[in-house]
C-alpha cells in the first residue's frame, strides 16, 4: 500500500505560520485526510481531519484541493511546544509515513 | 476520565520469552488497534480489530499475536518468533472504522518494550 508522502523536517521561528504539505497519490474515495502530532514518547494526538475544501478548528487549518491529491496543514503563529512530528494519513488506510519534525526556534 | 492505558510504561524481556502488552479502553469504541514505532520512524499497523471476537493482520502481523474477547481491551503478544521484539508500541481505539464517515484514533501512552 502507498502511503503517503510529506517533507522530512522542517524548520521555523516562534509567531510564524507553518504549512506542511503532503501528497496524497493513492487516496480513495472513502479515505478522509487526518492530521496527527506526536511528542517524543507519546502517542499521536489528532489535530484535524477533512475531506475537501478548508478546515479550521482551534489549533489549526487544513487545506485539501478538490482533486484530493494534497493536503496542507497550516498552523497559526507556532510557538516552542509546537516542536513535535506530525504524520498526514489516508485516513482508512491507517498507514502513518515517516512524518515531517518540525523544529520551531525563539 | 475516559482514555486508553497501556501497561506497562517500560517491559524488559530476555530473547525466547513471550510478552504481553495490555491495552484497556473505556471509550466505548468498536476499533481498536495496534502499532510499532522504531525510532526515528513512523508507525506500522500489526493488527486491528473493527469489532469484538474478530481481527485483522497489518503490515507487520508475523510474529504477533492479538485478542479481541472483550470490547475494552485488546491484548498483544509478543513471540519469540518476532525476530526484532525491541520497540515503542502504541495501542489506539475508534468508535468506528471505515466508512464515509469522520472518526479518529485515540491513542495511549506506549509500552517501550526491550528485549535482550
Known amino acids: 500500500l502507498a502511503k503517503t508522502t510529506q517533507p522530512i523536517s522542517m524548520d521555523s521561528y516562534e509567531g510564524q505560520e507553518v504549512n506542511i504539505t503532503c501528497s496524497h497519490n493513492n487516496i480513495a474515495t472513502n479515505d478522509y485526510i487526518t492530521w496527527y502530532q506526536q511528542f517524543p514518547s507519546q502517542g499521536p494526538r489528532f489535530i484535524i481531519q477533512g475531506y475537501k475544501t478548508k478546515v479550521t478548528n482551534e489549533v489549526a487549518s487544513l487545506f485539501i484541493p478538490a482533486d484530493r491529491k494534497s493536503s496542507t496543514l497550516s498552523l497559526p503563529r507556532v510557538s516552542l511546544s509546537d516542536t513535535a512530528v506530525y504524520y498526514c494519513l489516508d485516513t482508512d488506510k491507517l498507514i502513518f509515513g515517516t512524518g515531517t519534525r518540525l523544529q520551531v526556534f525563539p | 476520565d475516559g482514555g486508553i492505558t497501556q501497561s506497562p510504561k517500560y517491559l524488559f524481556r530476555k530473547e525466547g520469552q513471550n510478552v504481553t502488552l495490555s491495552c484497556e479502553q473505556n471509550?466505548?469504541?468498536?476499533?481498536m488497534y495496534w502499532y510499532r514505532q522504531d525510532p526515528g520512524q513512523g508507525l506500522r499497523l500489526i493488527y486491528y480489530s473493527q469489532i469484538v471476537n474478530d481481527f485483522q493482520k497489518g503490515d507487520i502481523a508475523e510474529g504477533y499475536s492479538v485478542s479481541r474477547e472483550k470490547k475494552e481491551s485488546f491484548p498483544l503478544t509478543v513471540t519469540s518468533a518476532q525476530k526484532n521484539p525491541t520497540a515503542f508500541y502504541l495501542c489506539?481505539?475508534?468508535?468506528?472504522?471505515?466508512?464515509?464517515?469522520?472518526?479518529?484514533?485515540?491513542f495511549g501512552p506506549g509500552t517501550r518494550l526491550t528485549v535482550t
Open positions: 489506539a481505539s475508534s468508535i468506528r472504522m471505515g466508512g464515509l464517515l469522520f472518526y479518529e484514533q485515540y
Open positions: 471509550l466505548n469504541h468498536d476499533a
